[in-house]
């Protein structure tokens, strides 16, 4: 029987590697047009960042080689955007990691109204980034309307104006007002896979709750947790919109991301080649921070 299977095995491959072959043609068009559309704007960014560009002073123009680079790692303000960026990321997902485990464990009991309460906590997640920033800077955040002010006053407590007093903490807690659904979606979802045989075999065991949650429920959970880091990174390292419209980068220096310090020196400096060079360092960040994910999912995937 086992001759007779391993016979066909060649064949098997033989027919796989002719449907590879017929796929390729098809493929191709495809495949160049997204070539084509990720490697133009890069080759294009590359270019100008070695360009003497001002929108603002034509004749400034010529070949500057690595001068742009050279000026922005002597310029202060792109190693505290680089901070801040990294700092926002760290910070949004600690919360939305720590929050969404614990959502995920809550909406995982059967209680009464617990789809109308998932319902309510997913909801934030499908708010425009605009719109949000709006709600919390001139709804909650408010330093003389804002529902907060409003809490601390009737507390006998001292208002707090957010953007001034603690920018980048306000940044952070809306930021992960918008991910902390994106991370209970998930993370609720990969909660219905645990195996509740293990769970009740641990309870007759003598398990309480909290050694039960560290020892069964949180290792079921890394994989998933893995997947919404890896996600929410790509999105968090181009905050943007957020910032514009509460902080605009200040007071100063203190909310001033890579994607806003990019922005500044593109659209309010027309510094054109500058700000590709920006880009270019965002990039390179970039990739370093998804090689350093990637290798740390695969690592949980794996076990």
Same mark, same amino acid.
């Given at each position: 029987?086992?001759?007779?299977?391993?016979? #066909? $095995?060649?064949?098997?491959?033989?027919?796989?590697?002719?449907?590879?072959?017929?796929?390729?043609?098809?493929?191709? =068009?495809?495949?160049?047009?997204?070539?084509?559309?990720?490697?133009?704007?890069?080759?294009?960014? %590359?270019? *100008?960042?070695?360009?003497? #560009?001002?929108?603002?002073?034509?004749?400034?123009?010529?070949?500057?080689?690595?001068?742009? #680079? +050279?000026?922005? *790692?002597?310029?202060?303000?792109?190693? !505290?955007?680089?901070?801040?960026?990294?700092?926002?990321?760290?910070?949004?997902?600690?919360?939305?990691?720590? $929050?969404?485990?614990?959502?995920?464990? !809550?909406?995982?009991?059967?209680?009464?109204?617990? @789809?109308?309460?998932?319902? %309510? $906590?997913?909801?934030? &997640?499908? $708010?425009?980034?605009?719109?949000?920033?709006?709600?919390?800077?001139?709804?909650?955040?408010?330093?003389? @309307?804002? %529902?907060?002010?409003?809490?601390?006053? /009737?507390?006998?407590?001292?208002?707090?104006?957010?953007?001034?007093?603690? =920018?980048?903490?306000?940044? !952070?807690?809306?930021?992960?007002?918008?991910?902390?659904?994106?991370?209970?979606?998930?993370?609720?979802?990969?909660?219905?896979?645990?195996?509740?045989?293990?769970?009740?075999?641990?309870?007759?065991?003598?398990? +309480?709750?909290? /050694?039960? &949650?560290?020892?069964?429920?949180?290792?079921?959970?890394?994989? =998933?947790? /893995?997947?919404?880091?890896?996600?929410?990174?790509? &999105?968090?390292? /181009?905050? *943007?919109?957020?910032?514009?419209?509460?902080?605009?980068?200040? =007071?100063?220096?203190?909310?001033?991301?890579?994607?806003? &310090?990019? #922005?500044?020196?593109?659209?309010?400096?027309?510094?054109?080649?500058?700000?590709?060079?920006?880009?270019?360092?965002?990039?390179?960040?970039? @990739?370093?921070?998804?090689? *350093?994910?990637?290798?740390?999912?695969?690592?949980?995937?794996?076990?």
């Amino acid at each position: 029987m086992t001759s007779r299977i391993a016979q #066909y $095995v060649p064949i098997i491959g033989r027919k796989d590697s002719r449907r590879a072959v017929r796929a390729g043609p098809l493929l191709a =068009p495809a495949v160049g047009a997204l070539l084509i559309w990720m490697i133009v704007p890069l080759a294009m960014t %590359l270019w *100008f960042s070695m360009q003497r #560009y001002n929108l603002q002073n034509p004749l400034m123009a010529g070949f500057a080689g690595v001068n742009n #680079y +050279k000026f922005l *790692f002597f310029n202060k303000t792109l190693w !505290i955007s680089i901070s801040n960026t990294l700092i926002l990321v760290g910070s949004v997902l600690t919360l939305t990691i720590v $929050v969404g485990v614990l959502f995920a464990v !809550i909406f995982d009991e059967d209680f009464c109204g617990r @789809n109308i309460a998932r319902l %309510l $906590v997913i909801a934030p &997640f499908f $708010v425009m980034p605009t719109v949000t920033a709006l709600i919390w800077k001139n709804l909650l955040m408010h330093p003389v @309307n804002g %529902l907060f002010s409003w809490i601390s006053r /009737s507390l006998g407590l001292p208002t707090v104006d957010w953007f001034a007093q603690a =920018p980048m903490l306000a940044i !952070i807690i809306i930021v992960a007002w918008q991910w902390i659904p994106f991370a209970t979606l998930i993370l609720v979802t990969a909660m219905q896979s645990l195996d509740r045989e293990q769970m009740e075999a641990a309870q007759m065991d003598g398990a +309480k709750g909290l /050694s039960m &949650f560290w020892f069964i429920t949180l290792p079921h959970l890394m994989r =998933p947790i /893995s997947v919404v880091v890896m996600i929410e990174t790509i &999105f968090l390292l /181009s905050v *943007f919109a957020e910032i514009l419209v509460t902080t605009s980068g200040g =007071p100063g220096n203190a909310t001033t991301n890579l994607t806003y &310090f990019i #922005y500044l020196k593109a659209l309010l400096q027309w510094d054109v080649g500058g700000a590709s060079a920006a880009g270019v360092i965002a990039i390179v960040l970039a @990739n370093v921070v998804a090689a *350093f994910l990637v290798r740390t999912v695969a690592t949980n995937l794996d076990r």
